[in-house]
Every structure is written in structure tokens, then in C-alpha cells.
């Protein structure tokens, strides 16, 4: 049992809950005894003469005889029990007995063991007897230190225990092979794994005397379905041969192992040529057969023959040699209880043996055995498995001589053979064949040759064990297979036919009709070979059609642990000489095994008495097997080595069992609720407790079990317990009517599950089977009835593990607040929802129309099976409609459902928490009930109402789902302007509108369908206006009260269809009208730009409105947002290329379905373009790459585009030529004038026209020879010109001819006066004066950023305006960056968005210093956030000047231009500033004075002087506010072009500095003319005061030399002045510790020094560095403090290049 707890809200006195009755037998004289105790029972427990009880609270009493207590008494009535105080302390939660000990188990999971020790059986070594409660450790040897396992479950035997552990493993410990551990040491003291059983979850553990069950879950399937293993575990060879012979293929699996019994992986016990095999399971009336049917003259559908062997499926072959015509009649043995005792066999013969009478076999057999048998046991012995006589050669022997005579194979496969086989042999087949059990036979003529009879006892070291444990000891953990239980529910329990006893040649010619394939033919009995033709083999190859597997696999998924698993298999070990093993032998076992025969019987529950075993079905069923010398299986057929049912009335449903030595106790529902008991077994007089066994001869027993008349006063029994020959009852009363609905629930539960499973085995699987099904049905409804089979079998699978949770409640806590029904009502709503939609689906598509013809066939004209299960009293009901009545039966559970969780309910206060909880429980099925009662009623109205339309639609417009609403037949609504002859239709489904004209019809989905109604004031017509994507139409009602019934029908029908709840919510809460704003899914068929395409995404009205997908057929597909039907917003366009096979790839925004504003634009042709668009095409600033580094004409553009084409300024690079163009533009063209720079370092700036230079240009070579004047062609000079080479020189006249391919001069030549100094510098060529002025460029970028801003024309629009448009483009960029991940900001950008989202409140009023400081800050946020107008911009201007200044743009000669370039950004830029701050003063502007508070006038100082130079509160710069947030970013190219231009400067600033720097500071000094005053005396070296000396080097005013070296960290000319002028200040801070304190520099004194200071800086660009301060420099600072430093500094540079070392 499983650990029983007592919750803390069920404090009920002992006299209402667990009181416990005890007798013995079932004679009518009986009244049970009640055992008075203070607190209620929760398990009791009995061994041979004794008992042990747990109360409430986790006390154990013991009652009986107890040899093992020496110092106490010996024994007490069973009215007197006595507690075990050695238990006190513990709380036990379960307690076993075994014959004479006993066990208890901990709620920490501890065992306790007490009682007789001598096979070990208690685990404590080294004690006979244990008198008191003793701990028992089970321990886990493999890890690593042993740690204990925690026990769930104790059971006991006479000599051994076992312990279910929490991992669900089976631990054991005593003596005997029931033990299932291999070894042969025995006693086994310390608690053993039971290897066998590893990996698999044992749910429950049973022992008997000599014999062990544990109820296992199946495998999961992927672990089950192995492939039949090709050679013997045993000897490794070759189970199966095939032979080419002529004409023939032979097939035979003649194999023989020499040691024996083989486990096979599947779990069936394999036997060798001819060992007898088990027998298979004889059919009992309570047992429900598919094939109950067949009839031999009309064969039924040939199963596929499975991999896996079931005894049930060999159930229709004979049994004791009787011809079974029938499967359901139960066919008892014809042997006498003598038979029994030796394993016997029958005497009716078949017709067609060649023998007349047994007496000609008995000869037989006796003529072989003096030959055969004496070999085999040769070699049997020298193989060493065996010393008896095997009776394989017996079989193999008889099989192969004896025409007529079959062994029964272990196979399906010789069965499903058979039944393939019959049709096909003409008129010699005849109808049945002998199968006999040559075990039994050979048992019965040779008692000393079967393996049990003939060996003396069965005790541990018996030969028979010996030899059994030899063979098994072998077989490692060799699992068995559960594949076949869904084998045999997926193919069905087919019609089976005898085997023909055709002769030929010695062997059976069999000509197979079924198609299975060739390979599965070899799990044939190995007593025969099959003589085939090839040409046949070919014939069985052909597929068949599965059919559906009406137990779901795995149960259902979402019920995972909460219910308990009814895939179970029963495994059994132990000794097996009374049949208890059920294997259908008597022999031992020593390892776990599974009775094959039981693993789809969905056992639940398992117990053992002393020599039988007994399981308990969910289906309420009881299986029984072993010794039967008392009647104690319920039931007189033979043999009892197999399990069979118990035989009990009908409707008599088992729900516990208990089994005693020689008696089972059975616990049943009965016609009230209240349990009934029955009893089955020996009677017991009264004074005879003391009989031993072989005593009880002369005693009665019960032929089948009979009721026990006093059960009905012991009120309502909740578990029963059986041990020597004791009974057991706990029972409880009836508070509040509580325990009496609680047994009502489960009790209509199991009832309702037999109900379901009837109606599964004798209706639906005959159905599936029939032959003439998918023709009946065709293919669609083939496929619904499969469905509804599938849901009807997971339906029927959930009852059933309800049912069992149920069942096992009522045996333990007996509380509602675990019912699974509450917790997770889902699961049953969820699964019944489900079944009712696909009996619906069925209904409506006909499918119970077309199921009644072959469902008459079957069920014949007077289908009384099919009445009775429906419940249906009404004479000459049409089948189809009795099948609709039988399939919405599970339906009506629902109330019951609801009934008695509601009476449940009255058993608590009103108020209470459980009664809430118990009618919310019943709110919710009978709501469901309700919401299903309405389906069925729409599926009816659906169903007849295409009974009555016009068969040519009904095709199309016929779908499983779709249910009827409402249709306007009786004219109740027409179309609005229709034809005086038109007839239109409207007909609502629950997924579309149909509109229906003469032939046509037209289907409006309903989730793409808007319904409004028109007002009836102006028109007094009851119109309602139906929008679809693309038609509006207009319906007029026939009255207000028809308008308002569609308009409300469409309404729901519509809300329903959005959400789903049609199909499977119950439908409460309805809302008055689904939303205007929804997502559905639409093909277009009108629309001529989206025709046959398909939209899925959000709608309004009618329209796409929001992000959705449009699908067209040739491959185009959009993905974005729309508005008003349209692309709107941001979105992604694919557009295949049909010549490329690759795509065109838009991503960007949108306006009116074309392609507007920002983009990317990747072309098949592998070109990109990243800019801006309007109308689908390139217009305004962007970028254009063609082609790739390695392609033939790779080349970029950036500059401006319209309508498509390149027009104004812009930059051409084309990398193959090297040349870059950076000019105006026109349609394509170079046009207007322009600069190009090569790779060569030629410079072009002057005219283009139609792409080339045409007119007056400038050409500057790398060397300085300079051409100005008249181009024709690219590069070709034409006409008049000045030609100046590097010298001076100069041609004067008329030039033709290509650049640096020699040209033709006309004119003069001019050589200059060398003292003519005037003249040279009037010669020298100003550039730029022809290029592109600064502020025409990039005119277009700041268009945009206007446009951006609200302005249609720069500075032309409102202030407030272009902060709401910001505050707009952010945060709508924020969204699209939130949808498109690969979009993601940093971190850092997300924060810095969300504050750049508010309007600074600084952008009106006066400008302060602070709020000229917010304002400064504010841009550097702005210019770095990429979203923001300023930000985008900032980032354009950055990518255009690397564009145009960056390679070969690198060229000394532009340098004038990007310095030009940069200062009209700021000026623009600052456009920008003050049009969003107006208030800010303009271009060199005054700021008023802060206040005369001197810290704010301290702080503003402060904040500023990084970023200016003195006094920067006074006056506004573009330059101080924009050049620390632009220039970083172009410094590199623009730096680039200073180094070039300075390069032959530097160069010779470099050359002096390399130099002077050779000498120690001291010489240096004095070469600089330092006066002596300012030399340092003392230096710091690593924080000491160290002397100069004449070899000191790099000492001297070293951190005024750090300081200036800082020059090339920084970028903007403010910076570069604050470094300047903190080397300034450093050096005085040195000079002034040796000086007094009022000293002032002169310059002459200052220059030395500074120029010492510079020499020693090392840096190495300082004369681009000076340069790019001096043309960058803030006007307003020239003339200050800063100005003076720099000119020094600039001093010195000068100096430096002329200073001469001598």
C-alpha cells in the first residue's frame, strides 16, 4: 500500500472513521468480530496466525500469535491488540506482515522489521528471532559513501521481504528464489537490489509464501518497439534460415538451444525446437472479444503479423485439445484436480487426428522415447544445463512425424498465418487443427520428465531451480518488450482461423494471401519449415494500411504525474510449482518476468496469498491464478498456471482485493453504493484455526465467489485485507452523507469507465476493422471517424486513470481536496471539449449516415448490443441516429460530474472555503455540459441542413468544422439594388458568410468581415452594411426584429471566430460587438495590385491597418506596417529578380504603398543603395555601392538624387580608375563644376559638362607643374592656357592633346627674371576658386534635417512644431528598434533616447550661462543619438566627408576646401541650434553676465574653461558649441590632409629635434640661451630630490613636457590652447619654487625655456598640429591670453626649422 497519511482537517472520533471488523469464511453463521481501539485504522496487515494494525498518529498495534516476543505473551485475541512500543517515537505511515514477521515503514522512509528470522527474512544477521521493532538499513552500496534509500513500500512473504524505493526500485532480503537477486547464498541479510528491474518504474510489490509481483509502468514506446533479435542469447547462433530451392524459398527457424528456457529481450520465454510452449489465455464470458464475429466461411481483415508475441492472440487456438468454434465461450478444463496436480492435459480430440483414440499416441511417444530421448539427454548433460530427459525432442519429434499434430507456438505469427491462409487452400483445408500443450501431454504420460512433477519439492537448490537458475542467472537484464500491447490495440483482436492440415511432401505448403512482408514471417513455430515460391514472397511484400491505436500511448500528456499510469505490466519470480507465477508453466523463476498476458489488461493493483496471485483491472476486473485446491481464484477452469478471470455477475464491480493462504477477500461495488464484499476459497469451522493444510481436504470451499451477507451492516468498507485465514474489513460511517458521495463519485466513475470500454471493444474496434469502412465512409470521413476513435480512446484512457485516482483515494485519505477533477478541471474540459468537436465534425460531414449501412452488416437487423449500450428504450430507431445517441453518451457524465461534487458540497457550511471550492468545481463542468448540449444541437441543425441543400455547393462548402447559425431561405434578408430576378442567399457559419446566387455562391471569412447597421431615420429601410477587404454591400432586413437577429448572429458568429471560443471555450462573457481593430488572414481575389496575394496581420475595417504580411504569388513578400490598406510606416520588401534567381531586398520606410523616406535598398545585381526615396524611387541624399572590390566596375556615390537619378552635388569614387569626383551632377552626368583627385596625385578642379571636363579648369601634378585653361575631353586640354612648371617656367598660347601623352603648343614660353619676385607670386594658382563653394555642398542632408524638423524651407517653419516632430520621430523610432532586434541600441542610447524624448524647457526665454550650458549639453546628447534629427545629421555629415577626404581623396590640395567645408557645417549647423533655441544669441553674440554671486560665478567659470579659452561665458561661437561634438569625428581625414601639406616642414622640424635632443639638459640650456637663473638644480626621480648634473638627461621641466605632449590626445583648437597653457603654467610652477614670489616672465625670458620645453615634447606633427589650431581657431580667443601662448608655441616651430647646431 501506499504511505497513508490522516489530514488534519478529518479529526473525526474513532467510532466514525477506520473502525475494523475481522472473521474467517463465508458461511451465513459468520458475524465479524469489531476490534475496539482508540483511534481509526488506516491499514492493517496479516500474516499466518497474526496481525499488525496502523492507527491515526502513526501507532502499530499487533494482534495473534507471536512466538517471537520470549518476555512478553505470546499471543492476544485479535479483540485485544497490543501496541509496539518500540515503535513510539516513530510515525509509521504503512505496515506489512509476512507469515510469521512483520514490518513497518517511517514517514522519513526507514524500515522496521520484528518476527521470525531464520531465512534472514527480518535483516538483521546473527538473530533467529526478532522480538521487537528493529531499524533496517537499506543501503546503496554503489555510491560512494553508501547512502540510505528511502523506502515507499514494504511487502512480506514466508522466508523473504521486499521494498519498493523511492526511486521505484525493488530492494529484497531473506532466502528462496523469490528474491529475484542473483545469487545462491542464501540467507541474503542485507537488503539487495533486484538488478532485473533496473530502469523501470515499479509502481507497487505483492509477496506471497513462495512467490513475488511487482506491477511495473510500461516503457515509453521509443524504448519498447526493438526489432525481434536475429540470433539466440543463449548460443549465439542463427534462430532463422532461408534456402533458395528451385522454385521454393524454405523458411525455417528449426534452431535448437541447448540451454533451454532463453529470455528474450521481449520478455517471453523462448523455447527450443519443441520445448512446450506456454498456453495461451482461454477467453471468458466477462471478457470483451473483437473477433466474437468470425465465422470461417467469411474471414475477416488480415492483421499484419507483429513483432511481438501475445498469448492472448493465440487465444482461439484450442485449448486441451478442444476445437474452439468461438472465442467468447469460456472452455474449461475437461482434466480432473489429478490432472491438475501433474500439469494435465484434455481428452477431446479433434476430428481431423490420423489417430483414432490417445491410446495410438501414448504408443507412439513410448516407441520414440528409447531412442530420442536418450540422445538428447546425452547431450543435454554434457552441455551441462540440464540432467533430465528434455522433452524437446518430443515435440520436435512428434511435430515433424506426426501429420495433424501442431505445437501451439509462443508466435502470433503462426496464428495470423493461419488466418491468411485459409481462403487460399482449396477444398482439402479443412476447418480446425489439434493444438496440444506437449508440455501437458508429456507431464501427463511421463510425471517424471516435465521439470517439476518429477523433482522432489522445490526448495532452493532443487534441480529444477538449479537448472532454471543456471539458464536465467545467464540472461543479464534482458527486458520484456511492451510493444505488443499497442501492437494489439492498433491492429485489433482479428478473426482467427485454424491451421488446414494440408500435407505435402511432409511439409505444409502455405500460400500466402496477406500482404505482409517476408521478413516478419520468421517468427514461425520452429516444429516446421514454410515451403514458399518467390513469386509469392514478392506478393506478401505489398503495404498495408495501419489502423489507429485506440490506447494512447503514454496516456494523456498533460495528466503527466497527476493520475495514476494504466500501461502496466505484471512481473512475477519465485517458485512456481502451484502455477502462482502465471506463466503457464510450473516452473521456478529466479529473475523477474513478465506475464505478457496481463500487459494490456491495465492492471492497478497486485496481491499475493500464500500459493495464488491476484490483479486488479481498471476496469474492475479480476485476474486470478496459482493454487486453486480451495476454489480460491473464483473460478473452476483449468489451468490455473495462467491468469483468468474471476467469475462474478454482471455489473459486479471489483475495486480491492485481498488474498489469504487459501481465500481472496474482494471488495465490489454493488446496485446501491454502499461496498459489497464477496468471498472466495475455503471454508473455515469454527475451533479449527489450528488444521494444517493437509487437514483441510474434507472441508468446503466456494465454486465461485460468493456474497457475504453481512456487509451491508459494516457500513462503507474502504480497503479489505486477507492473510492465513483471516479477513480483514476497515470501514467507515456515513458523516453528513461525506463518505457515502465520495464512494458514489468513484463508484459512477469505474462504472462509467466499463461503460466506455465496452462500447471501445464491442463497437468502435469492429468498426475500424470492417473491410468495407474507408469504401462506406470515404477517404474524408475515414479520416474523422479515425479522429473521433483517437479522442472517444483518450476520453476512455483519462476516466480510467480517474477512476483509479479515485478508487485509490477512497483506500487511503478519503478527502476531496487531492481530487485531481478539481485541481485540474482543465484536463477533463480540455478532453471531453475535444471528443464532443470530433463527434461533431463526424456528425455534420454524414459520416453516422454512411456508418450505418456496414454497421448493419455487423450488428445484423436487430442491433439489441448497440441498444443497450445507448441506453435507448425507443423501438425502430435508425442506426445512424442510435450511433449518434451512443457517441454523445459521454456527454450526460458531465452533470453527473456536476451532481455530485454539488452534493458533495452540501456536506459542508455555506460559507465554508471547501464548499466554494466544491461549486466553483461544479460551476465549471456544468457550464461546459451546457456549452456542449449546444454544439450537439448546431452540429444537428448543420447536419440537416445539408441534408436540403442544393448537392452541388454542398461539396465545396462542406467542412468538419464549420456549423450553421443561421440562412435567409425564407427571404428574411435580400441584397440591397439587387435584379427584380436574382435570388441571393446569405447563409452564416461559424468561420464565413456565404452568398449564394442561382449557380455561384461567393465566401466572406468572418474574422475579415465588419458589420454595421444603417439608421433607419433617414431611409426607413433595416439595412446593414457589410464591409469586407474588398467589397461593401448592403443587406436590407425584412423587420427591425430579423435586423437586429443578424446583426447580433454575424456579430457573435464573428467575435467567436477571432477568438476560438466556437470550438472550444464555453462561450460566457460574450462581448456586444467583436473590435473594429482585429488579426486575420485574407487572400485577395479582386485588388489588381494585390490580387491572389495573401495578407495576414492586422485589420481595420476592413482595411490592413498595422503591422502585418503580404504574400504574393510570384514570390514578393512585405513585411511592415500598413495604414488604410496601404504600406506605411517602416517595412521589409522582397522582390524576386527573375534573370538574377536572387532578390531584390527593400528595407525602410513607407508612405502610401511606395517606397518614402529613409532606406536600404540591396539589388540582385549585388549593387546597394542607403538613402533616401519617394515614390518607389532614389530621391534625395544617398548612397549608391555598385558592385564589389573584385567585380569589373566597382564604384560608390554619395551625394544628392532626383526622381532616380544623380542630380546636384555629390562624390563619385571609382576604385577601378582610381579617380574621385566630388562635384555637381545632372541626370547621371557630371554637369556644372567640379574637382577631380587621382590615385597619381593629379588635381583637377574647373567645368563638366555631358561627363566630362569641358571648358576652364585647373590641372595640378604631383610634382606642381600647373595647366589653367581650356578642356575638351576628360583629361585633354583644348584651347588657350598657361602651362607652369615647378621651377617658374611658364608656356603661354594654344595647347591640344592628353595629359602625360605629349601635347602640341602654340605659343610663347616665359623664363622669369631670377630677381623677379613679384612676378612669382603673382603666378601662383589660388585653388578652389572653380570647385563647388563650401556652403553648395550637402545642400540636400540639411534639407532633410529641416524637412525632419517641420520646415519646408531652412529656418521657414515653427518652433514648437519641430520639438513636437523630435519628440515623434524618437519615440516611433524606439518602437521600430524594439520590434527589430538586430536593431538593438547599447544601453547606454536607450537612456540617453528616453531623456532626449522630453522637450528640454530651456529651449524658450533669455539664455543664461546655465541654460547656455544645458543647451550645450542637450546637443551632445542629441549629435550622438542617431535617432534624433541633429543626431542623424551629425552622422550624414561625418559619412560624407570620410566619403569625399578619406583614400584617394587624401590629397594635400583639398586641404583649403575641408577646412572650408567644416567651418560652413558649423555655420549651418548653428542655423539648426538657433531655430530649435531662439533665444540664443547669434554668431560671436554676447551672453549677459552671470549673477554677482561669486560661486555661481566660480562654478559657470568652472564648467566652461575646458570647454574655451578666458572669459567664455561672454561670447556665443559656432565653433565653441559645435566643434567639440564635430570635429572628433573628422579629425582623422582632416588631420591626414595637414600632414600631407606639412610634410616637408615637418620634415625639417623633425630632423632638428632628432638632433638637439642628443644633448643632456644642462648643454641644452645653455645652447638655448636659458638664463641660469631658470635651471633647475634639483630634479624629482621616482619621489626623490636627485642633483643636476652635466649628464642629466630628460629631467628638466619634465611634467611641463608631459603636459604638452597631451597636444596630440586632443582635437578641437580649445583644447589644444588649454594644453598650451597649462605647459605654460607648469613650467612657471618650476621656475617659481627657486624664485621669490612676485616674479613675472618676460617673453625674452619665457621663449628659452618654452622652446627647451618643446624640443623635449618630441611631437613629431607639430606643424599640422599649429596649423590646424591657427585655422580653427575661435576668432574671439585670437587676441586674449591664448592668443599669446599660441603664437609662442607657433615661435618656436618656426625657430626650431632654422635653428643652426654648431
Known sequence: MESQRKSSDEEDSSGERGSLHTWKGYSYSVTPERVLLSRPVLQAALGTRHGVLLVEGGQVYSFGEFPWKQSQVSEVGPLKPVLESALSGQRVVAVAAGSFHSGALTEDGGVHMWGENSFGQCGLSSLTVVPNPTPVAVMDPDTSPPHTIRVLELACGEQHSLALSAQHEVWAWGSGCQLGLVTTIFPVWKPQKVEHLVGRYVLQVACGAFHSLALVRCLPPQESRRPLPDKCGQCNQLLYTMTDKEDHVIISDSHYCPLGVELLAEGETRLGPGRSPPLGLLSSPSEPLLSSHASDSAPGPHPSITEHTDYERGRTVAQNGEVLTTTDADISASGTDSDRAVGGVGGARSQNSPYPNDQAVKEYLKKLSDTSLAEETAKMTIAGASFQPPADSLDLLTSDLIPGVMPVTTSSALNNLVSSCASAVGERVVSTYEALSLKKMINYYYPGVGGVAGVPGGFPGGPAEVRVRLEESMQGKKSCSTGDIREEEAEGLSRRLSLPGLLSQGRYAVRLLSSFSAHRLLSLSSSYTLMLSPRLLRRASRPRVRAVPLTPVGGLPEAGELLPSLQTEVWSWGRGEEGQLGHGDNLPRLQPLCIKCLSSKEVVLVAAGAHHSLALTAQSQVFSWGSNSSGQLGHMASPTTIPRLAKLSEGIRVWDVGAGAQHTLLLADGDCYQPILYYSGQQVREGAQDATQDQTEGYSYTQQPVLLPFCMNLGYVSGVFAGGQSCVALADRNVMGFIASLHELAAAERKFYCKLSSVKNHILRPLLDLESLSTALGPASTVLLRSLARCYSRLCHLTGQHSASLTANLRRRREFKSLVMLEHASIFLDTYNEYCCSVGNFLVMGGFQALAKPSLEFFGKCPELLQRLAESSEENIPLSDLLVTLFYLPMRHLHEYGRLLLKLGTCFEVSSVDYQKLQDGCSKFEALALHLKRRRKEAEYTYHFWKSFPGKMTDSLRKPRRRLICESSNKALTLQNSGRFSVNWFILFNDALVHAQFSTHHVFPLATLWVEPIPEENTGLHGLKLISPEETFTLLACSSMEKAKWLRSINQAVDQAMTGAGQSGSGAGQRAEPPISRTASYTFYKDSRLKE????????????????????????????????????????????????????????????????????????????????????????????????????????????????????????????????????????????????????????????????????????????????????????????????????????????????????????????????????????????????????????????????????????????????????????????????????????????????????????????????????????????????????????????????????????????????????????????????????????????????????????????????????????????????????????????????????EDDVYWECVLRLNKQPDVALLAFLGVQHKFWPVSVPVLGEKTEVVSSTKDACFASATETLQQISTTFTPSDKLQVIQLTFEEITKEVMSSLEDNFLWSMDDLFPVFLYVVLRARIRNLGSEVSLIEDLMDPCVQHGEHGIMFTTLKACYYQIQHEKTT
Open 1093 to 1544: 496575394a495573401t495578407y495576414e496581420g492586422r485589420w481595420l475595417a476592413g482595411k490592413p491597418n498595422g503591422r502585418g504580411m503580404v504574400k504574393w504569388l510570384d514570390g514578393r513578400i512585405y513585411t511592415g506596417t500598413f495604414k488604410n490598406g496601404l504600406e506605411d510606416g517602416f517595412g521589409d520588401y522582397v522582390m524576386p529578380s527573375k534573370t538574377l534567381n536572387l532578390n531584390d531586398h527593400y528595407q525602410g520606410h513607407w508612405k502610401e504603398g511606395k517606397m518614402h523616406g529613409i532606406g536600404t535598398y540591396k539589388y540582385a545585381t549585388g549593387e546597394l543603395y542607403e538613402g533616401s526615396f519617394q515614390d518607389n524611387m532614389r530621391h534625395g541624399h544617398g548612397m549608391l555601392r555598385s558592385g564589389t572590390l573584385n567585380s569589373s566596375s566597382p564604384s560608390v556615390f554619395i551625394g544628392q538624387w532626383v526622381h532616380d537619378k544623380k542630380t546636384g552635388y555629390g562624390v563619385f569614387d571609382d576604385i577601378i580608375r582610381g579617380e574621385k569626383y566630388m562635384g555637381m551632377w545632372q541626370d547621371d552626368q557630371r554637369q556644372g563644376t567640379g574637382v577631380i583627385v587621382t590615385q597619381f596625385g593629379l588635381y583637377y578642379e574647373g567645368a563638366f559638362n555631358n561627363n566630362k571636363m569641358q571648358g576652364t579648369g585647373v590641372l595640378l601634378s604631383e610634382d606642381n607643374t600647373t595647366y589653367e585653361g581650356e578642356f575638351s575631353e576628360d583629361w585633354t586640354l583644348n584651347g588657350k592656357g598657361v602651362l607652369t612648371m615647378p621651377n617658374g617656367d611658364y608656356f603661354e598660347g594654344s595647347f591640344t592633346g592628353e595629359w602625360g601623352s605629349g601635347l602640341k603648343v602654340t605659343g610663347s614660353f616665359f623664363k622669369p627674371n631670377l630677381y623677379d619676385s613679384d612676378g612669382d607670386k603673382g603666378r601662383a594658382v589660388k585653388l578652389g576658386r572653380l570647385a563647388v563653394p563650401p556652403e553648395e555642398k550637402w545642400r540636400v542632408v540639411f534639407e532633410e534635417c529641416w524637412m525632419r524638423l517641420g520646415c519646408e524651407a531652412p529656418g521657414q517653419g515653427e518652433n514648437q512644431r519641430a520639438w513636437e516632430n523630435i519628440a515623434v520621430a524618437l519615440t516611433t523610432s524606439r518602437r521600430q528598434h524594439r520590434d527589430s532586434p538586430e536593431m538593438n541600441l547599447s544601453r547606454t542610447q536607450n537612456r540617453m533616447l528616453e531623456s532626449l524624448e522630453f522637450i528640454p524647457q530651456h529651449h524658450v526665454g533669455p539664455v543664461t550661462m546655465e541654460k547656455y550650458d544645458s543647451i550645450r549639453r542637450y546637443l551632445i546628447k542629441a549629435c550622438d543619438m542617431p535617432l534624433h534629427p541633429l543626431g542623424r545629421l551629425m552622422e550624414t555629415l561625418v559619412a560624407v566627408y570620410r566619403m569625399t577626404y578619406v583614400g584617394v581623396g587624401a590629397n594635400r590640395r583639398l586641404l583649403l576646401q575641408a577646412v572650408n567645408e567644416i567651418m560652413s557645417y558649423l555655420a549651418r549647423i548653428f542655423q539648426l541650434v538657433r531655430f530649435l533655441f531662439p533665444d540664443l544669441p547669434e554668431e560671436g553674440g554676447a551672453i549677459p553676465e552671470p549673477s554677482s554671486d561669486p560661486q555661481d560665478k566660480k562654478d559657470s567659470n568652472c564648467a566652461d574653461t575646458q570647454l574655451e579659452s578666458p572669459k567664455p561665458g561672454r561670447v556665443v561661437s559656432s565653433s565653441a558649441l559645435l566643434l567639440p561634438v564635430l570635429l572628433p569625428r573628422l579629425y582623422p581625414p582632416l588631420f591626414t590632409l595637414y600632414a600631407l601639406e606639412k610634410e616637408k
